[in-house]
T-cell receptor, first 114, second 113 residues
């Protein structure tokens, strides 16, 4: 049973517009959430994170929003650039006895068109 | 600051064989985790090592085993390889078991034929 779900396998956005990537989770014990970006033939690169005690975290063009009651988080990229084209993974940590392992969604492939 | 490195980059093995994958953690990081990423899936946690001991394990059988060395580098060993073991194997390190952010290496692509 998937505890972290990214229901959109792909997303296409025009350069300069906003990209919104969504993630849902089922385990209310998760206390920390992370977004990773992955290019082909490379490992995932840490992008931005948010603690469950916050509802927003911003870093440059990237903002993550957390809605705990809905068990939903989203990553906003503004403005989107062609170099942002990659697979984005949502990951969660915590969940009681997890000893720090990350639970990942299946990823969303973002394509930013010039 | 040196990032996480992994070797080899690619590997082809036959079913039933054994394989060893290697990982050097990022400078100053003492905790290493291994993940398996099958095609079209997100990375799945295999196990974690801290102070040369396994201190967390995902839903993987005992034929997946590991080691961590005094310099914090790590090995992943898989015995009796099966076709379904074909995947990208990722190593991630972090400064301390209490840190949430993990930093990944480029991975080893294992193909089992």
């Amino acid at each position: 049973d998937q505890q972290v779900k990214q229901n959109s396998p792909s997303l296409s956005v025009q350069e300069g517009r906003i990209s919104i990537l969504n993630c849902d989770y089922t385990n209310s014990m998760f206390d920390y959430f992370l977004w990773y970006k992955k290019y082909p033939a490379e490992g995932p690169t840490f992008l931005i994170s948010i603690s469950s005690i916050k509802d927003k975290n911003e870093d440059g063009r990237f903002t993550v929003f957390l809605n705990k009651s809905a068990k939903h988080l989203s990553l906003h990229i503004v403005p989107s650039q062609p170099g942002d084209s990659a697979v984005y993974f949502c990951a969660a940590s915590g969940g009681g006895g997890s000893q720090g392992n990350l639970i990942f969604g299946k990823g969303t492939k973002l394509s930013v068109k010039p | 600051e040196t990032g996480v490195t992994q070797s080899p980059t690619h590997l082809i093995k036959t079913r039933g064989q054994q394989v060893t994958l290697r990982c050097s953690s990022q400078s100053g990081h003492n905790t290493v985790s291994w993940y398996q990423q099958a095609l079209g899936q997100g990375p799945q946690f295999i196990f974690q090592y801290y102070r040369e001991e396994e201190n967390g394990r995902g839903n993987f059988p005992p034929r997946f085993s590991g080691l961590q060395f005094p310099n914090y580098s790590s090995e992943l060993n898989v015995n009796a390889l099966e076709l379904d073991d074909s995947a990208l194997y990722l190593c991630a390190s972090r400064g301390d078991p209490g840190d949430y952010e993990q930093y990944f290496g480029p991975g080893t692509r294992l193909t089992v034929t």
